[in-house]
């Protein structure tokens, strides 16, 4: 399951990160279908390196022609003026394997819970973190996430 070997990846690769996203809210308990993995890691250079050998040993290449240094370099760049709010990676071998690192949010500073998937404990974000990050996206799928989070607390 690629889900579990990102994890290890990022294990193996002592990278800090959090789950958020749909498969976030999928092992908070609510019935979720999603397709990409959204993370989030720490904010410095070193995590944004360590994270891009680590999906790129797993066959996954950014969708952007950028590197880990030009994300972190030019982060608020991308931020404020292309609205960027990932850096996505995709397997062009495997099209299900998609891997989006949230780059406005810091893994640092997230409240999270311990979730376990086949034995190995996976790190995801906190129902109110979750609920933080949807909340004012315009997103409906965001909507119907919020609610369902809500019930909950």
Known sequence: MFLLQLIEALDNNRIRYALVGGYAVALHGVVR??????????????????????????????????????????????????????????????????????ITEDASGLKTVTKTIASRKVRVAAIPELIRMKTGTGRPQDEVDIKALKELL
């Open 33 to 102: 279908g999603t397709v990409d993995v959204d993370l989030a890691i720490r904010i410095n250079k070193g995590e944004f390196r360590k994270t891009e050998k680590a999906l790129n040993g797993l066959g996954l290449k950014s969708l952007l022609p950028v590197t880990a240094d030009d994300v972190f370099t030019y982060r608020e760049e991308y931020i404020r003026n292309r609205n960027m709010k990932a850096w996505s990676f995709v397997n062009p071998d495997k099209a299900g394997e998609v891997v989006d690192i949230l």
